[in-house]
């Protein structure tokens, strides 16, 4: 019974066993960038690190060290932000799995929360599977939280309510309800959002102020703890029933190694 599944709460031989025991392994990647006067700058890492802790409780498996920024050219009008270019994020993010891969580890599912690094892991995820032998799912759990939540808690909003359930539900002391000032206008950003997150039309933003000119807006108001922690229940059960489904479905037609049978799910 391992203590947690952070990476780095753990001794070698506790990662040496669980790699033995189920080589999962999962990356939380987040960013840090201003969210408005009520949350805190690391709300895109936080997110992704409790959602990647309550999955690997799920399915058995390590949760690496979240990627420590983000790529977010949006943000950077902003005070409270710090970006990483694509090429340097993504070297981050692949040594970060061969490491494991090098110890054991076979199954790699990255849990995202930051829409800007969406392409960067895209290529990264490529590579991780073509050149170091790895089974890679890349969860988008800030959509996930969008498709569960998006109609109770007004859509994804940069600052919304959703992001603001992600910390409280896990870090409630770093929100602040009482510091919201004025929200942008709702139906520009979610005109805007919808423009953005299109299949076949992708145009290209300058800045969060085309979305919203505060650089946030939503309805936080009325989140609570006790609601967070419904939402990363409800996420981390759905993102490890699926996941475990896909990746049992990659291994029947990659043919999965035998050592790929450890994986499993544990409730
Ligand atoms: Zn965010």
Redesign the pocket.
């Known amino acids: 019974m391992l203590p947690s599944r952070y990476f780095i709460d753990l001794t070698q031989p506790d990662i040496a066993a669980q790699f033995k025991n189920n080589p999962l392994v999962i990356l939380p990647a987040g960013?840090v960038?201003q969210?408005g006067p009520h949350l805190p700058t690391g709300?895109?890492t936080f997110?992704a690190n409790v959602i990647g802790h309550a999955v690997a409780e799920r399915m058995d498996g390590l949760v690496l060290p979240s990627t420590p920024l983000g790529v977010t050219p949006m943000h950077m009008p902003f005070e409270g932000t710090l970006t990483l270019t694509p090429d340097t994020y993504m070297r981050v993010v692949k040594e970060t799995c061969v490491s494991t891969a090098r110890h054991g580890a076979k199954y790699l599912l990255i849990l995202n929360?930051?829409e800007g690094n969406i392409a960067s892991l895209a290529i990264a995820a490529e590579s991780l599977h073509r050149d170091h032998g790895m089974t890679v799912l890349t969860v988008q759990a800030?959509y996930v939280a969008e498709e569960l939540y998006g109609k109770t808690c007004n859509g994804l909003t940069?600052?919304g309510e959703i992001?603001a359930l992600a910390v409280l539900a896990d870090r409630p002391n770093l929100v602040h309800l009482d510091r919201i000032d004025y929200s942008s206008d709702h139906s520009h950003g979610h005109k805007m959002d919808k423009l953005r997150r299109t299949r076949s039309y992708q145009p290209v933003l300058t800045d969060i102020r085309s979305i919203a000119q505060t650089g946030w807006f939503g309805s936080p108001q009325h989140a609570t703890a006790e609601k967070g922690k419904k939402m990363l229940t409800d996420i981390a059960d759905a993102i490890a029933r699926e996941a475990t489904d896909i990746f049992h479905q990659l291994d029947a037609v990659q043919g999965g190694a035998a050592e790929l049978r450890h994986l499993r799910q544990v409730k």
């Open positions: 960013s960038e969210h709300t895109d997110a929360w930051h800030c940069h600052g992001e």
